[in-house]
């Protein structure tokens, strides 16, 4: 028998790669919170894995676009059963930033990184507390690509800040034993790309991942210990040189002066002879 393993809470549930983390989890051992506007297609999801698991299952409906809502899902995070938070809700608004329906960038920016931080946040003290438990951040590759946007400028920037803040949180939360981890899928096949206005069948198909494959991968990755997985990534050691070299910029990134290459550093001289 699977050993129980808390309860996991996941953001947008109701489809796609939340669907399948609750599949996964709820194998696991994990009883779930599933969280999502669709409260049918929760409920039909909820049925489905109580009949094959022996998963308890919360259905949670919430707009995480409303505060009132998003404040009732941070209370259930404070919860002491709690180990887990996936916080995987999230849209793509897809085409050129000039284009964009401001309302619905700002509606992006909204979802993707000041809820997913303040569920974190709300999850965090417990988890601290108990010494134990993980909190799985659905980033994106666009994080890392915000020079090539597949989707759009804004999207790939809202995955560049989830990237940080899991990389930030975790060196935060690490001498608790408390694990964040960022998941940074490439396409996958749901229903974001159509929601987006992109039909995913335009992409070469040699670039577009099941979502069962990547959601396996990630838990894979979290179970090797991972804190950034990268499920397509072939060779891990490619993104360690990445970090490698972004470290390496560490000790030349802050200087009294400005580089020579400006031309406009005063030496040390010149400052002197004004002050006197
Ligand atoms: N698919 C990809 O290629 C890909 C690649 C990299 C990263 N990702 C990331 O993966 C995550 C999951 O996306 P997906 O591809 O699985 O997309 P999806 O199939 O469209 O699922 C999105 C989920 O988020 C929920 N959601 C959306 N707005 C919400 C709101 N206001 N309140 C509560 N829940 C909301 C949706 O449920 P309701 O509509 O029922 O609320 C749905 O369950 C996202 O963060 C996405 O950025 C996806």
């Given at each position: ?5 808390g309860t996991?809470l ?64 941070a209370t259930r995070l404070q919860a002491d059963d709690i180990t887990m938070l ?33 569920l974190a946040q709300a999850v965090a003290p417990g988890l601290a507390q108990r010494r134990r438990g993980?909190i ?37 939360l690490?001498?608790y034993?408390v ?98």
């Amino acid at each position: 028998m699977t050993q129980n393993q808390g309860t996991a809470l996941i953001t947008g549930a109701s489809a796609g790669i939340g669907a399948v983390y609750a599949d996964r989890l709820a194998r696991r051992g994990y009883d779930l919170v599933l969280v999502a506007r669709d409260e049918t297609k929760l409920n039909a999801l909820a049925s489905r894995l109580r009949g094959e698991t022996s998963a308890t299952i919360e259905v949670l409906p919430a707009d995480l676009a409303n505060a009132n809502d998003t404040r009732k899902v941070a209370t259930r995070l404070q919860a002491d059963d709690i180990t887990m938070l996936v916080n995987n809700a999230g849209t793509a608004i897809a085409g050129p930033t000039i284009d964009m329906d401001p309302e619905r960038l700002e509606a992006m920016i909204q979802l993707n990184v000041t809820v997913a931080t303040r569920l974190a946040q709300a999850v965090a003290p417990g988890l601290a507390q108990r010494r134990r438990g993980d909190i799985v951040n659905i980033a994106s590759v666009a994080g890392i690509r915000g020079d090539q946007p597949a989707i759009s400028v804004g999207y790939s920037a809202t995955k560049a800040y989830l990237l940080a803040f899991s990389e930030g949180l975790d060196s935060e939360l690490a001498p608790y034993g408390v694990r964040v981890q960022a998941v940074l899928p490439g396409a996958t096949r749901t229903e974001l790309w159509a929601k987006g206005g992109i039909d995913i069948n335009t992409l070469p198909q040699e670039v577009v991942m099941e979502t069962g494959d990547m959601v396996d991968a990630a838990l894979a990755g979290l179970d090797q210990g991972e804190r950034v997985t990268i499920p397509a990534l072939p060779d891990i050691a490619d993104w360690l040189a990445f970090k490698t070299t972004r470290a390496a910029l560490g000790p030349n990134l802050s200087h009294r002066l400005p580089a020579e290459r400006y031309g406009v550093a005063k030496s040390d001289e010149t400052l002197l002879s004004k002050a006197s």
